[in-house]
């Protein structure tokens, strides 16, 4: 480690996005330090791993790894311990508890979750849909989505919604906006979970701010900046979803991931309600 920066090696044998997450969770705890980070993806031949250990030997650091192959992770191991490095397969634990639990070993397979199977078409699906029904478009087919997210500008709609898509939501976002109602059939519908999305008015003025700082010439009209305006824009999205009795989130200080945790939760629970019902009118 050199100052108040070390080397952060992710060696994987799929696209790492596991190793960066668990990764970036550690760090975060650890602010005064910030890691160097070498994200070495599709690593499954002796010849791709031995390109790694040179830069290792010139830039050592932490190493951390999903490998499913024995003789890779082996010789990883081996290479590491010989130069006093930290290294550690997180996977190996968690391998360790399903054997036991099912008494059967691993396949092996590098990239398993990321076969072409039917919830990988299922994720496609529902990306296609959200983008087709971002910022209020497509309204006729927005009754087929499994959340709905409304709220006014600058509450993080359309980066939530894509979140959710990726775990194979179909979202629809529609912006709320006093004095234009809503698309009529949304009050009606039962199949989608509807959520509203505020926050406090000088975070939303603070990220309109930081927009319209991109636009050439005087950007958007005074209203959009207004505090007094951006107060009745979030008492109108409050009073909205009281009367149609929608949950509001407020996201003032929450991440995109937490938000979209939070709305599956609310998603579920809406799920499991709406089969209870269905369940209840059939009998």
Same mark, same amino acid.
């Given at each position: ?187 009606? @519908?039962?199949?989608?979970?509807? +959520? /509203? ?5 000088? *975070?939303? #003025?603070?990220? &309109? ?14 209203? @959009?900046?207004?505090?007094?305006? +951006? /107060? ?5 999205? *409050?009073? #909205?979803?009281? &009367? ?40």
């Amino acid at each position: 480690m050199s100052g108040h920066f070390f080397h952060l090696h992710l060696v994987s044998d799929a696209t790492g996005e596991t190793l960066i997450a668990v990764a970036r969770a550690a760090a975060s705890q650890y602010s005064n330090t910030k890691p160097i980070e070498h994200v070495h993806p599709l690593i499954r031949t002796e010849r791709q791993l031995e390109k790694i250990l040179t830069r290792l030997e010139d830039e050592p650091g932490i190493v951390l790894y999903t490998l499913v192959n024995q003789d890779l992770s082996e010789r990883l191991e081996r290479y590491c311990q010989e130069l006093h490095i930290p290294v550690c397969n997180i996977l190996h634990p968690v391998f360790n508890i399903f054997q036991s639990y099912l008494g059967a070993s691993q396949q092996g397979l590098a990239g398993a979750q990321h076969s072409l199977d039917s919830g990988y078409f299922k994720r496609i699906d529902a990306m296609n849909f959200t983008m087709a029904h971002d910022d209020g478009q497509s309204p006729q087919s927005v009754g087929e989505a499994d959340i709905i997210i409304v709220g006014i500008s600058r509450t993080s709609k359309t980066p939530t919604s894509v979140y959710l898509a990726n775990r194979g939501l179909r979202v629809a976002n529609i912006p709320l906006v006093p004095d234009i109602p809503l698309p009529a059939p949304i009050q009606t @519908y039962t199949k989608p979970l509807v +959520i /509203g999305l505020i926050a406090s008015p000088s *975070r939303i #003025m603070q990220i &309109r701010q930081n927009r319209i700082l991109g636009f050439d010439g005087e950007g958007r009209e005074s209203d @959009y900046l207004n505090r007094n305006r +951006i /107060g009745e824009e979030i008492a109108y999205t *409050r009073t #909205m979803c009281q &009367r149609n009795q929608w949950p509001v989130l407020d996201v003032t200080r929450k991440s995109i991931e937490e938000t979209a945790a939070e709305i599956y939760k609310y998603y579920q629970r809406h799920r499991k309600q709406t089969s209870e019902k269905a369940a209840k009118d059939q009998s």
